[in-house]
Structures are given as C-alpha cells and as structure tokens.
C-alpha cells in the first residue's frame, strides 16, 4: 500500500469515528430526554393521586440520576416537586435544607414556612422561627396559623 493510501484509510477511519461518536451521542441524549420525560410524568400522576412517599422517592431517583443534566427550568420544576412531596410527607429535616437553599421557593408556601418555624421553635431556635414569620407577617392567607408568634 502506498502511504497516500494509508492516509486515506486512517483519514476514513476517524471520520467514521467521529460520526459513530456525535451517532451514539444524539441516541443518548434522546433516550435520557425521553427517561426525564416520563420521569415527571410519573411524579406529576403520583402527586395527583396523592400518593406524596412515592412522589417523594420518584423526586429523589432524579436528582441522583438527571439532576446534574437537566436545564435550569426544569431543575426549578423538580424543586419545586422537592418542596411539595417534602411538605406533604413531614420530611422536615429536607425542608429546612430546601429552605437554606432554594428560600424563594420555601417562601412563596405558607404551610412550609409554618411547618419550618415550628420545628425551629421546638428545637429552641426561636431567631429562625422568627425569621420565618416574618417572611409571612402581613401577607397571611391564615392568620391563625402564626397565632404562637402573636402572643
């Protein structure tokens, strides 16, 4: 074989290379799209079923498998699952880590504040319950659900 030919074939041969790459990575990402797909919408069935423990297990499994992939808006949509299945199960100790992370979603849920207060005051940390209530104070839906902090 002559050298020219030899350039042709390892010329051929990477080119072929590098279309199988950019072949097999487009199948991928469409196959893990399509996995992220039916992932939501499961959590969303779960969630109008109510059925919040499998809700919350589903939003872990794609935190620890798509998480790291997903867009920033769908990110927000899975916390915003995360906020809500951890609200309805009583997974405290994942709200007040939500809440550290991620305040603005904690803040716009009445309910989750409360709950989060609560549990701060009952392990004595009045500051955060109190910085809690007022994230609240003066915007209410249910007032009497801050009656403590009135008194």
């Known amino acids: 074989m002559t050298s020219r030919t030899l350039i042709k074939i390892g010329v051929g041969v990477m080119v072929a290379a590098v279309l199988t790459w950019f072949g097999v990575r487009t199948w991928r990402d469409g196959v893990v799209e399509r ?3 039916r992932a939501a919408e499961a959590v969303q069935e779960l969630v109008q079923e109510q059925r919040w423990l499998e809700a919350r297990s589903a939003v872990r ?8 992939e997903a867009s920033p808006e769908e990110q927000l949509r899975w916390r915003e699952y995360d906020v809500e299945t951890s609200e309805r199960t009583g997974d405290l100790a994942r709200l007040v880590w939500l809440e550290s992370e991620f305040p603005e979603l904690v803040h716009s849920r009445e309910e989750t504040c409360l709950m989060i207060a609560r549990s701060f005051a009952a392990a004595g940390q009045l500051e955060e319950a109190g910085r809690l209530r007022e994230v609240w104070r003066g915007r209410e839906l ?10």
Do not use: C, D, K, L
């Open 142 to 151: 249910n007032p009497h659900w801050w009656f403590y902090w009135e008194v």
């Open 35 to 37: 996995q992220r797909a």
């Open 61 to 68: 499994e794609f935190w620890r498998t798509f998480g790291a």
